[in-house]
């Protein structure tokens, strides 16, 4: 406290010293005289508005901003208006400016050149560095690269209009440039443009890979966290990073409307898309939020994790009819989005009966439930494979989705949204791939040409809950996934990224139920919605009555792959 109080003593004694100097030297250029009174009463005017109106005498020199500079020219001014009609007229008004602006000019000057001294770099310059973005977060990152062992030696931006200028004498130039003046490689390259497209990514680090030992990027902005500094942000560029699509038309204000002051039950809420949905209706301020999940662990997990008063925890399956029933009753939901369902292929595969119950009776129990207790809204988690479905998992998907367009839905908006994989999921090739690349390899890929459409979790949950907004019932939603990845070519990139170059990758055969592609459609029948990212598929009708008798004869029956292609005849058991 002492050392503080010393500090603002030490400031307003500056103020004395460099108010007496200016005015006294300018007084004599214009005058060739001196008047005390003139000085002293210029002195005291600017330690009062010092002390009593700005407090700038508190501010500290050693961590000033543009805007301490602007404090400070503020106060000088003020006081220049207080004292300047005093002596208007008796003094030439030429004389106050000169002096102000000479004033100003000192001052400023000295706290950057303290500022300067105080936080000059103590680390030896030992290691090259490159920011790709002139941005806002660029800006960010070289501040906070000033006092490490990094040289920043470029920033590197698209835009044509900064190329040919400089940043704290750091030029901005064109990529094609950077190529032309490294001759070495550099350490590092950061990347550093949250709002980029996963497209532009790639481009850059395909481009630029091989000039730099290491790559990293900054999160997207949505995820940015403004409190802490943006170095301790940065990761190392991952498959995630170069495959990621942002879609452009996410209306977060819709979003916002659909869920804000609502009850949302999430059925299947420890899981990856689950748990998502359950972040994401915390972020959009839902009134009450009810967590299903039959899987202690994944329900104790997402509920520590939001640890919300308005968060309440429901432990059974939704096959437990009575269970589900009583919750439904209890919390009363507005909107019921229900992810819970078996989604890995091969397992379902082996596991059949358990596949049809738990993904089209568990889901019948939800949508009749919804019904009978009038939900708004009821949101379907469907798939990309339940379109033309080869495998037990994507029928199962199917039915779900059918019964869904056909039931008598009275009160109730019930939808469907249908989309490929989500990078990172539990049922993910690319976690996978990590564990095989960290064990040395091989990485198995079953063909080498699989194809998959992939999208980050958030995105795919926000266009979920944006499908919901939009839903008026019968619908069933598809997401653009964008382009489909080649899973081989997914494979040599998570190698490449890794540095572990001797990896090898091996085909292992196609699984009980794959298919070499997925499809998004079954016809050509899509519509347009008001969102680029959302397209509507036609519903298929089914007589609802007959839809019921046979999914009866589904659970009893011995054959159930004849009676899951009386149900879903598109259904082409791919048995491996």
Known sequence: MNINLDKRVLNLLVIIFLTFLTFTWTFWVFHKEIKVDVILVVILIRIFAS?????????????????TFIIKSFVYVGAFCIYMPFYHGEVRIALFLSELFFYLFIINFSMYMYYLYINRSKVKKSKSLVIYGAGRAGLKLEEEYRNSAYKIKYFVDDDKSLHKRSIDGIQIIAKKELKEKIDDKYDLLIIAMPSAEQRRINVIYERLNSYFEDIRILPSMDKILDDKSFVSQLKNIGVEDLLARHPKDLDKDVIS?????????????????????????????????????????????????????????????????????KTIFTCKPDIILHAAAYKHVPLVEENIEEGIQNNVVGTKNCIDLAIKYNVTKFILISTDKAVRPTNVMG????????????????????ASVRFGNVLGSSGSVI???????????????????????????????????????????????????????????????????????DIQVEFSGLRPGEKLYEELLINDSDEKTQYESITVARNTDYNIDDLNEDIKELLTCKDKLTQLKKIVPEFDHNKG
């Open 51 to 67: 002390i009593l109106l700005f407090k700038d005498y508190s501010l500290s020199w050693s961590k000033a901003t543009q805007k």
């Open 431 to 501: 976690p996978k791939f990590k564990d095989q690349i960290e064990r040395g390899g091989p990485v198995t890929v079953t063909h080498p040409d699989i194809t998959r459409y992939f999208m980050l979790i958030p995105e795919a949950c926000e266009l979920v809950l944006q499908t919901g907004a939009i839903a008026k019932g019968k619908e069933i939603f598809i997401l653009d996934m964008g382009e489909p990845i080649k899973i081989v070519d997914l494979a040599h990139k998570m190698i490449e990224l890794s540095g572990k170059k």
């Open 395 to 414: 029928t199962t998907k199917r039915i779900c989705e059918l019964y869904a367009g056909n039931v008598d839905a009275k009160n109730t908006e019930i």
């Open 257 to 325: 409307k659909f869920l804000k002051n609502k009850k949302v039950l999430v059925t299947g809420a420890g899981g990856s898309i689950g748990s998502e949905i359950s972040r994401q209706c915390l972020k959009y301020e839902v009134k009450e939020l009810t967590l299903l999940d039959h899987s202690e662990f994944n329900l104790y997990s997402i509920t520590e994790e939001l640890n919300a008063p308005m968060v309440k925890s429901v432990m059974h399956s939704v096959l437990n009819y009575k269970a589900l029933e």
